[in-house]
């Protein structure tokens, strides 16, 4: 059963998607490690130091790059079985300062991208036991947070592109759900922004990348197997505050 599952990563150079790697690896999923910076990801899929793990470029927003990474991970390890959708970009601007160009970036990497990669997959995880997909959301698809119109509109897009592949994949067995992390320690958030929400969390701390992965884990594993469609917010309680 193990050697049978696959997992296709996204955003996997580093952050998060570096550690999604790590933890699945140590569940016994082969794992394609996906992500469009290609030193970056050669450097942390070497560090890895196992065949279990293959490095493949993959700029998200291409479906001719979606095409070739799904055939690439299929011909290296006979399918793929779980896709997690974690490559994002975050992008800060006013209504009034933020541009059609950074509004449409936003869009095309945090939803566009997710689109493609379950359309490029979901042939191979028809009829495939434990088919299971995870979307990366934000609770910025929770609460609004100023600044935030591109990549929180993207992410809410995101969280409802979650909720309709969940509906339409259950029939074919194959679960979608989506995580909401908090604030993380990744390079996603400067070291000014980490200190300021680290001193307002509840928890006085943010999230570390290793438990989004561990919520990605349980998400794609046999402790969920009636789970679908369903949103778990890892955040340390920042959605409950109020301001
Ligand atoms: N860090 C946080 O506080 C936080 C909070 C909530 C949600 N998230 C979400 O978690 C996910 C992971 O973010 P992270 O914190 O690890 O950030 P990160 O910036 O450290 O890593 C993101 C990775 O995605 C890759 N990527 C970006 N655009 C891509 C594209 N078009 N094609 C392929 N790869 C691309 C980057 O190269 C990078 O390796 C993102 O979806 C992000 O929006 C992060």
């Not at 994002?88 to 541009?99: D, I, K, N, P």
């Not at 200190?195 to 989004?212: F, K, V």
Request: proline letters at 4%; hydrophobic letters at 45%.
């Amino acid at each position: 059963m193990d050697e049978d599952r696959v997992a296709l990563v996204t955003g996997a150079a580093r952050g998060q998607g570096a550690a999604i790697v790590t933890r699945l690896l140590r569940d016994g999923f082969r794992v394609a490690a996906c992500d469009r910076r290609i030193d970056e990801l050669a450097k942390t899929v070497d560090a890895l130091g196992t065949d279990k793990v293959v490095a493949i470029t993959l700029e998200v927003t291409s479906e001719e790059q979606w095409a070739t990474a799904v055939a690439e991970v299929v011909d290296r390890f006979s399918g793929v079985t779980a896709l997690v959708n974690n490559a994002g970009v975050l992008h800060r601007a006013s209504l009034t300062e933020e541009t059609p160009g950074g509004f449409t970036d936003s869009w095309r990497v945090n939803c566009l991208g997710p689109f493609l990669g379950i359309r490029a997959v979901v042939p191979h995880l028809r009829g495939r036991a434990g088919a299971a997909i995870v979307n990366t959301c934000s609770t910025g698809a929770i609460r609004p947070f100023p600044g935030h119109a591109a990549y929180g509109s993207s992410k809410w897009a995101l969280r409802g592109l979650t909720q309709v592949a969940a509906v339409e994949l259950a029939p074919a067995g194959i679960r979608v759900n989506a995580v909401f992390p908090g604030p993380v320690q990744t390079p996603m958030l400067d070291d000014t922004t980490q200190s300021r929400l680290a001193a307002r969390a509840l928890t006085g701390r943010i999230g570390t990348p290793q438990e989004i992965a561990d919520a990605v884990a349980f998400l794609l594993s046999g402790q969920a197997t009636f789970i679908t469609g369903s949103e778990l917010t890892v955040d340390g309680g920042q959605s409950l505050q109020i301001g």
